[in-house]
Structures are given as structure tokens and as C-alpha cells.
């Protein structure tokens, strides 16, 4: 396991979702998607911010920086499956179970990283020695890491009420309070998740639920970015946090929340 350890320590490092329309992942080096359900899944999203149809963050990136690998699944034919890590997360090819549009998954990656753990089959995990110290956004360095989220049991705090603006903080000397100058932002829980016991916050729903331009059946269509809302965040793990966090080499106010498969950031 000693190399998907390496590429979970880089993806680590990219794996936020930044809401900003100028953002551009940068791959380490540009690879094809390495099957044809990889090239489908990133083209559904990405292939239209590629050609310019589209003015919004890459959902995969720009390129994989591996080509298609098998990794070992207790639960798959044979033992094992084929992925693919991109800068936003990693490809998973699940056609075995005959389930669209999940034929293709993205990775547990932040349930990993904050657990500790690698998961090689539905209920088989290769345990790793410690929890990804590992800013989830921001400049190198900055807090929160996935560790953080373990180290505050942040997956079993309480969720927000539907409706509530959120003024809950993450401060970097690792604790959790309110702040009610971000009650001006405007940012509310917008969905309570029961699966988790999370509520997504409103700027996350919205990106979540969000129709834009995508490309389908070989052509560009204007429909729902996700066939699933949750297809390529999974459900909340966290609530939602404000924290100031060095962006760029700028201080500045970000909402951050994480879910099975990625974190989202909101920079109002």
C-alpha cells in the first residue's frame, strides 16, 4: 500500500473544492482519463470549463496525474479495481455493481485522511499510522488539517438547525466557537443530511443542486452539474466552519465543510 500512500499524501493537498470561477487546479503531470467511464465522468463537467462553455472550478481537473491503476478491493471481481487519482480526488471504477451513475465513484478520500485509514473492500480497511496532518484549504501550513477534524471529534458534533445562520468557528489554535460578525455574510444550514447526522450549508447545497453546462450523449446541455447531489462530495462529515486562512499569502474569511469525498470552501 506503500504507493497509494503517496498519492493519498499529494491529493491531501488539492483535494478542496474552492467556489471561486477563476480557479485552476494545477496537475503534476497531464494524463487521459484511463477508460472510457473516466473519460465520460470527466467530461460530464470538465470538458466544458476545457472548451470555455463553462466559467466555474474544475470538478476533477484539469488532467489525472497517474494513469489508471489497479488498487486492491476485497469486493470486486478478482480482488481488485481500476482508479485514477486527479488533483480534486480519485476515479473508482465500480462498474461491477451495475448501478449508474455510481459505475464510477469518487474516493472516500477525506474520511481517510481524517480516519487514518485506507479502504480496500465495503467493510475491509488497511490502517494507516496516523491521521493526515494536512491543511484542508489555504497555503501550506495553514489550519485545519484532517487530523484536526479527528483531534475535535468534529464528525460527532451536533447538527446545525435548517434555517440557522451559521457563525461557528474554527480558530487555529484548535478550537471550535461563534463569531457573530459572520452573521452578515448571510450563510444559513440549508439541508440536514440524516445518513450523517450533518447539515449542508447553504453556499454547499447550491453548488451541489447547481445546473449549469455540461456535456452529454456528445453534445453541451444545460442540466444538473451532479446526477446525484451528493455524487461527488458524499454526505457531511462536519458541519460548517468559518476560519481565517491564508489564501495566496492573504488572510481572508472562508467557510470550510467537510464530506465523505471532499471538502467544499466558501470565500464570500
Not at 126 to 139: C, L, M, Q, R, T
Not at 140 to 160: F, K, Q, V, W
Not at 217 to 222: A, C, D, G, K, L
Amino acid at each position: 500500500m506503500r504507493q497509494r500512500s503517496v498519492w493519498l499524501s499529494v491529493i491531501a493537498t488539492v483535494l478542496s473544492i474552492v467556489l471561486i470561477t477563476s480557479a485552476v487546479a494545477q496537475t503534476l503531470v497531464k494524463v487521459t482519463p484511463g477508460s472510457s467511464a473516466f473519460a465520460r465522468t470527466w467530461a460530464r463537467t470538465d470538458k466544458p470549463v476545457q472548451d470555455d462553455r463553462a466559467t466555474r472550478t474544475w470538478m476533477w481537473a484539469p488532467s489525472a496525474f497517474t494513469s489508471a491503476i489497479p488498487e486492491p478491493y476485497a469486493d470486486a471481481p478478482g480482488g481488485s479495481r481500476m482508479v485514477q487519482y486527479f488533483d480534486k480526488s480519485r476515479m473508482e471504477d465500480n462498474a461491477y455493481r451495475g448501478i449508474n451513475p455510481w459505475d464510477v465513484t469518487n474516493g472516500l478520500l477525506v474520511i481517510e485522511m481524517v480516519e487514518g485509514y485506507f479502504q480496500i473492500g465495503d467493510a475491509a480497511y488497511d490502517h494507516a499510522p496516523d491521521s493526515a496532518e494536512v491543511n484542508i484549504a489555504g497555503d501550506p501550513g495553514e489550519r485545519p488539517t484532517y487530523a484536526d477534524i479527528s483531534r475535535l471529534s468534529l464528525r460527532n458534533a451536533p447538527a446545525t438547525g435548517v434555517g440557522r445562520v451559521l457563525t461557528a468557528t474554527y480558530t487555529d489554535d484548535n478550537t471550535i466557537g461563534h463569531d457573530p460578525v459572520y452573521a452578515d455574510a448571510g450563510v444559513t444550514a440549508a439541508r440536514y443530511v440524516p445518513e450523517t447526522e450533518h447539515t449542508v450549508a447553504s453556499p454547499f447545497w447550491a453548488f451541489m443542486t447547481a445546473i449549469g453546462t455540461v456535456w452529454e450523449n456528445e453534445q453541451y446541455v444545460n442540466a444538473p452539474l451532479f446526477q446525484n447531489p451528493f455524487y461527488a462530495t458524499g454526505f457531511p462529515i462536519t458541519e460548517a466552519y468559518w476560519s481565517i486562512i491564508a489564501v495566496g499569502g492573504m488572510e481572508r474569511p472562508v467557510l470550510w465543510q467537510c464530506f465523505e469525498r471532499r471538502c467544499l470552501t466558501y470565500t464570500p
